[in-house]
């Protein structure tokens, strides 16, 4: 069995495309959620190998998720995924917590490489 991935994208199209290149790749969407506070929820019953996370999202942006899930799992593995490639924004993400960026729109070999990686 693949590992376990959840997607967070308050865009479906985003969440679509990601899970169709996921699972075409053998990595299993375990769960999908369109904001920071639904992911926060969601993560702790599905303890994915890894998270894949937007920046801009209603309710709580991914930054504030990543700190929040790191702080529920210091382990986890999230790669985040945001059209706002600043050296700010990635900074901070990599500050909360997060294990990579990418930078949209996503090119569907960086994506599996970067997570390949984060995975080890």
Do not use: H, W
Not at 54 to 63: E, K, S
Not at 70 to 84: L, R
């Amino acid at each position: 069995m693949g590992k376990r991935v959840m997607i967070v994208d308050d865009a479906a199209v985003m969440r679509i495309m990601l899970k169709q290149l996921l699972t075409k790749s053998g990595y299993e969407v375990v769960m999908e959620a369109t904001s920071g506070a639904d992911a926060v929820a969601k993560y702790p019953s599905v303890k994915p190998d890894l998270v894949t996370m937007d920046i801009t999202m209603p309710d709580m942006d991914g930054i504030a998720a990543v700190k929040e899930i790191v702080k529920m799992d210091p382990d986890a593995k999230i790669v985040m995924c945001s059209a706002m490639g600043t050296i700010d924004k990635v900074k901070a993400a990599i500050l909360a917590g997060a294990k990579n960026f990418l930078v949209k729109p996503l090119q569907p070999e960086k994506v599996i490489a970067t997570i390949q990686q984060v995975l080890g």
